[in-house]
């Protein structure tokens, strides 16, 4: 028996991500780490992330984060994707989105997804 796996590609998550119910951010800043909610959109393989004005990071150059989007109450239900990457100083992405929020656009460098819907042995 191989072992078993709840990884899967995340481009079967799009729908999530597309409409995300829960999306948070995590940062260092200063010594600390911290981790906030945040408000992601998606337009193609764009992402944007708005954050309070009053939560770092409020730099005017390229920060290092963790995105998390993830859903279910239930364990069978849970599913979710983190990306490591950059957040950019950007505007906010077309109309229709929070114009109070501090807009941010998102450079993912890698991704890791999972479905615990999808539980299954991997090869």
Known sequence: MGRVTQRVD???????VARPPRAAIAFVHGACAEAVPVALRREG???????????????ETSVPVVVLVDDG?????LRAITWRGHLLPEAAPGTGVPTELRW???????SVSWDF???????
Do not use: K, N, Q, T
């Open 10 to 16: 995340p481009s079967r998550l799009d729908g999530l």
């Open 45 to 59: 393989e764009r992402i944007w992330i708005g954050v309070d004005p009053s939560v770092p990071p409020a730099s």
């Open 73 to 77: 109450r239930y364990w069978f239900e």
């Open 104 to 110: 941010f656009e998102f450079l993912a460098e890698s």
């Open 117 to 123: 819907g999808m539980l299954r042995e991997a090869p």
